[in-house]
């Protein structure tokens, strides 16, 4: 169940994950926070009207409604989401590539904040199938009371509030997050990318989930918001705190859904491995990358709707009180603005799962690639300009009627393009009957119908008839029910063996499919007629005319619940004891399965080289991309002996933050490493010296290494890079200081390496702090008057010629009496400015150096610094050799030598 | 090419399709009467797109069907299917068919909504309230009003349709008519029908507006003209007593 790091995988940053502190600590410390943040919203909405002598002190709904929001964010920072934000805000020194929180070891870190999108892929399925057993229930309660004409058990306003809390469930926190958890685990894998590109972003939308969903529980139980998912006002403003509960609930819902929205968005625009050009990728990442533009422009529109509706509740504003001047129609304009395209949000992940599926189960490449990926944009793109076919009969404007028909109807050419390129790959296709494949025909199948019903719908005069009747509840639950859960059942048991590492069980998945379809068929079809025969949706009792009809769809509804138990069961069997997965079960070509299942920490050790296109079935020798790994899955094998990664960098060659780089990625054992100093304006000898630092560092390493200084800028060492690189790893200092970052370097130097390249970005203090260890004699030069004096640069620049050093050059002031006097200060001051130039020159000249200035005397310290710098040796200028011996017994077992400072530079 | 094999099974399969589908359409009554001039332009169209989806699901279902049945690898078959990765030609058949179709259904559209919405100078204007959850039919000219609409056989009718503001939206629909219209608090909306049908017929509250929605139903009755006056006459009657 957990994913793990294969042993010779090291994590880059080493946090190991016993630091954290257990599960438990964080749910404790989510408890209180959620309630301090009730608290605080309760005293705050108390305070303020009192203090504005609003009348009377309590008045539920604006209590509710703050307290929801503070005790959500409260929340979410007990729970962990903010912590590092918080540390970096404060100013605390984070580190940027904090892996602490990433990955899962045992079952319990699923429970805590979790950067790995393959952890919180899982995470989000877990939460959403929870959520949609919650409102599959409330399904369950509303069809039981539909199962005979007359009341059985509830009430209007009872049954009202199944149907809003069904509804409003199913949408926000099954449909919608069920597609970005599957995407989430799926899709970085399938672009070759290590996680997502704001993985604590990711955390955050997973845990914003919960809340909104206990929200909206809360509200339905305690007293029901009851105007529909659609909570049309005026009717949504005669509701009371569940409806205040519903408005939270849905901004919650809706952020959680922006920030995944943007994070799909930005991973996919830079995340891709190389050589996956937009031609490349899979179709799910096409119909993810529009889907989360939709999410992106859509999502405001729908908080937008929901906040006005609450300060009509709460505030007493008057946006759609016609009584004072608001607009009825208006909300309804602004919430089908999201909402319409929201039905796309809820298909167009799962024709990226179809395509997938009927490709692999049919082994045939994806007929008219091009065409389902331009379909998938086309239909995004329409899917802003029809939302007002909700509203044909609302009173809006008349003449918006036509014009809004022809873009609904039109959209059924796109999605027509659609299904027929599926049967186009089915078509004299090798076809496996697995379940996934069962689920997507099931789709196809159902969807058709669902679709056709939709050209009904959009066509006016029909639907005038048909607004607001069971036919608009058939329909949608033809594309929802048949469209969107079909789908992420078909994605579930695809991904299942990559997800968890074991097969689900075929025979347990292949009644899954054959109840849940039969049961979706009865409940669904039956309403076509009832809608036609006037029939209206949203009815807690009907005419005695309906009763067999409606029997029927509590029959398959039950039949629906049947399946699903079987499917959980299957799950939870499966995951607990199924049989061991193989790395690729389907014979797929996308590099989701060109990993190990479940796959490893980071995904991919090295990144993988796409060459072709994810669905080349049947083409000989074609394959969609090189993976370390090995060859029985499709994958490279890595024995072709080590390729080079070429490493640019000048004065920041020899700075720990690129020599660790370089190290890290030296333990994947696959690469020799070529150092590439263009020294520019540089002494060629001092780019040499600073090369010669970095060469024996990495060597010393066990790193195979080479270098070599070349004239002229990046773009000259990126010419003169070997042919087969694999990779360019650049160093340049922050945009600010550097002069490779003007013009744009990067993207250009990007452009001309045509492999990927990694960018470190190095301080300049970070660059000029002297090296440690074996390979870099590290000298602590005690120098005073020296100090400031070219003799004792050129001495050294001697010794580095002979051997990698690095320096601290300290100036003893060997002050007596009172060390605050002016004149203590005034020498402190010339010491310093020696220190400086001193340190300069050296770093011209290629050794890394630091300065001290110390107030003692120069075994002072020397007994001071050797326990900060841990020297090699210590070095006296001439001037101080008189102390050579106090320096000796300061310096205990290291070295202290003399250095001639007049000599050399003579 | 392949085209001799999968001719015959193809199209015996979409024969069977087509026949069901068509016994599921014409086998039941799908329409509520039809009960006004407008009604048979709506149910018109209606099957007419009826009938092209029913082309359309053929066409879908008789390919699915046999692609799973004729090209199901057998056990044991490892191999790949044919690369054929596209088609041109048939790309553009069933992008431009589409369109084609669905540009006439667009026109038609068109004309039956312009068609249904003419309106004639004799027509009877009913102001009209609803509120939760009742309707109220306004009768100016005799100063009454009634929770049952009544109306001349033959003669247009056009409800002017209110809301209070303190009120919910609700929506008139007579499914005999295929007539519906929201009912919006702070705007005035019209609906126009012609009853053709002697008969009383359900008026059924469609927007969701609290909880007795599934209550708030009314009557329309529809009365030859002599019935209709004489109705007028002893309401008016009535109201003066």
């Known amino acids: 169940m957990a994913t793990y790091a294969p042993a010779h995988h090291s994590l880059p940053h080493g946090h190991g994950h016993h630091e954290l502190p257990p599960v438990s600590h964080w749910w404790k410390r989510a408890g209180w926070w959620t309630a301090s943040g009730i608290i605080f919203g309760l005293v705050i909405v108390a305070f303020f009207r009192a203090v504005f002598e609003q009348t009377p002190l309590w008045e539920a709904k604006t209590y509710v409604g703050i307290a929801a929001i503070t005790g959500t964010i409260g929340f979410l920072i007990g729970i962990g989401c903010f912590d590092w934000w918080a540390g970096w805000m404060i100013g605390r020194k984070v580190d940027y590539h904090d892996h602490s929180l990433h990955g899962a070891r045992t079952w319990r870190d699923y429970l805590r904040v979790n950067t790995d999108h393959k952890v919180i892929g899982v995470q989000y399925l877990v939460v959403v199938f929870t959520f949609l057993c919650v409102a599959g229930a409330f399904a369950e309660l509303l069809r039981t009371e539909l199962a005979r004409p007359g009341q059985q058990f509830a009430d209007g306003e009872t049954f009202n509030g199944f149907t809003s809390a069904h509804a409003i469930i199913m949408i926000l926190l099954f449909v919608i997050p069920a597609f970005a958890g599957l995407a989430n685990f799926v899709l970085p894998l399938m672009i070759g990318a290590k996680d997502m590109a704001f993985p604590r972003l990711n955390a955050l939308s997973v845990w914003m989930l919960p809340p909104a969903g206990i929200l909206f529980l809360i509200g339905a139980l305690i007293e029901p918001f009851s105007s529909g998912w659609t909570a049309y006002p005026p009717l949504a403003l005669q509701g009371g705190i569940g409806q205040t509960l519903f408005q939270v609930g849905v901004q919650v819902a809706g952020a959680s859904s922006i920030m995944t929205a943007v994070n799909f968005l930005v991973t996919i625009a830079t995340m891709r491995a190389p050589g996956m050009t937009v031609w490349r990728m899979p179709l799910l990442v096409w119909a993810n990358a529009t889907t989360s533009a939709l999410v992106v422009f859509g999502t405001p529109f729908i908080a937008g709707s929901q906040f006005m509706t609450m300060f009509d509740a709460v505030m007493g504003t008057h946006f759609f009180d016609s009584a004072n001047g608001g607009d009825v129609v208006m909300y309804q304009h602004v919430f089908w603005f999201y909402s319409h395209p929201a039905v796309y949000i809820m298909v167009l992940p799962g024709f990226g799962i179809i395509s997938e599926i009927i490709s692999t189960f049919s082994r045939k490449p994806i007929f008219g690639y091009r065409a389902i990926a331009f379909s998938t944009i086309a239909i995004a793109i329409l899917g802003f300009s029809v939302w007002a076919h909700h509203m044909y009969v609302a009173g809006m404007a008349p003449w918006l009627r036509v014009p809004m028909m022809i873009t609904t109807v039109v959209i059924a050419v796109p999605t027509g393009v659609k299904v027929f390129s599926w049967l186009g790959t089915l078509w004299r296709g090798k076809i496996r009957l697995k379940t996934p494949m069962l689920f997507a025909l099931g789709f196809l199948f159902t969807f058709v119908l669902g679709g056709l019903t939709g050209v009904y719908l959009g066509t006016v005069p029909v639907d005038i008839h048909l607004s607001d009747t069971y036919f608009v509840v058939a329909h949608l639950h033809y594309v929802l029910f048949g469209g969107a859960a079909f789908t992420i059942f078909a994605g579930v048991y695809y991904w299942f063996p990559k997800m968890t590492g074991r097969m689900y069980n075929e025979t347990l998945g292949k009644w899954h499919f054959w109840i849940t379809f039969v049961g979706m068929q009865l409940t669904f079809m039956p309403q076509h007629w009832a809608g036609m025969q006037g029939m209206p949706r949203r009815v807690a009792d009907y005419d005695p005319r309906f009763a067999d009809v409606n029997l029927a769809s509590t029959i398959g509804s039950f039949l629906i619940v049947i399946g699903t138990v079987v499917f959980f069961y299957n799950m939870i069997t499966s995951w607990r004891s199924g049989e061991r997965a193989p790395w690729n079960p389907w014979r797929a070509k996308t590099l989701e399965w060109l990993v190990s299942s479940p796959p490893s920490i980071f995904n991919f050790d090295t990144a993988p080289q796409v060459v072709g296109s994810p669905y080349n079935y049947g083409v000989p020798g074609a394959r969609h991309a090189i993976v370390f790994a090995p060859e029985e899955i499709g994958g490279e094998s890595t024995e072709q002996g080590d390729r080079p990664i070429v490493v640019v960098a000048n004065e920041t060659v020899a700075s720990t933050a690129l020599l660790d780089e370089v190290r890290e990625r030296a333990q994947e054992r696959l690469w020799r490493f070529e150092l590439i100093v263009p020294r520019g304006a540089t002494e060629r000898s001092a780019a040499e010296r600073r090369l010669a630092t970095a060469l024996a560092v990495l060597r010393e390493a066990g790193v195979v290494a080479d270098g070599r200084v070349v004239d002229g800028g990046p773009l000259d060492a990126i010419a003169a890079r070997p042919e087969d690189t694999h990779e360019v790893i650049l160093a340049t200092y922050r945009p600010g200081e550097s002069q490779w970052m003007r013009h744009d370097m990067v993207d250009r130097l990007r452009k001309a390496a045509d492999v990927p390249l990694t960018h470190v970005v190095v301080t300049r203090s970070e660059a000029r702090e002297p090296l440690g260890g074996p390979a870099v004699t590290h000298l602590l030069v005690l120098a005073c008057d020296a100090a400031g004096t070219p003799g004792l640069t050129d001495a050294l620049v001697a010794r580095a010629d002979r051997e990698p050093i690095s320096v601290t050059v300290a100036c003893p002031l060997g002050l007596a009496g009172a060390t605050w006097s002016e004149e203590a200060g005034a020498r402190r001051a010339a010491a310093v400015a020696r220190v400086r130039a001193a340190v300069d020159r050296l770093h011209d000249a290629g050794i890394a150096a630091q300065g001290e200035v110390i107030d003692g005397d120069a075994a002072a310290a020397v007994a001071t610094l050797i326990p900060v710098h841990a020297p090699a040796e210590v070095v006296l200028a001439e001037e101080l050799a008189g102390s050579r011996g106090a320096a000796q017994a300061a310096a205990g077992e290291v070295a202290v030598t003399t250095l001639s400072t007049t000599t050399a530079g003579a | ?241």
């Open chain 2, 1 to 241: 090419m392949t085209r001799s094999r999968h001719t015959l099974p193809l199209a015996l399969i979409g024969i069977c399709v087509f026949g069901a589908t068509a016994a599921v359409l014409l086998g039941i009554e799908w329409f509520p009467e039809r009960a006004s001039r407008e009604a048979t332009g709506i149910d018109n169209l209606f099957w007419f797109l009826t009938w092209s989806c029913a082309v359309i699901f053929t066409i879908v279902t008789t390919a699915l069907v046999y692609s799973i049945w004729r090209f199901r690898a057998q056990p044991g078959d490892d191999s790949d299917g044919a690369p054929i990765h596209g088609h041109t030609g048939l790309e553009i058949v069933w992008t431009v068919i589409p369109v084609l179709l669905l540009i006439v259904v667009m026109v038609w559209a068109w004309i039956v909504l312009e068609d249904t919405e003419k309106t004639t100078a004799d027509r009877l204007v009913v102001p009209t309230v609803a509120q939760q959850f009742a309707w109220t039919f306004q009768y100016p000219e005799i100063g009454a009003q009634s929770g049952d609409l009544r109306v001349p056989l033959g003669r247009q009718v056009e409800l002017e349709l209110r809301a209070p503001d303190t009120d919910v939206i609700h929506s008139f629909f007579v499914p005999e008519f295929r007539v519906k219209k929201d009912v919006v608090p702070g705007i005035v909306t019209r609906v126009w029908f012609t009853p053709t049908k002697v008969g009383t017929y359900p008026v059924v509250c469609t927007e969701l507006c609290g909880v007795g929605h599934n209550a708030m139903r009314s009557r329309v009755v529809v009365m030859p003209q002599a019935e209709y006056d004489q109705w007028l006459r002893t309401t008016r009657a009535k109201l003066a007593a």
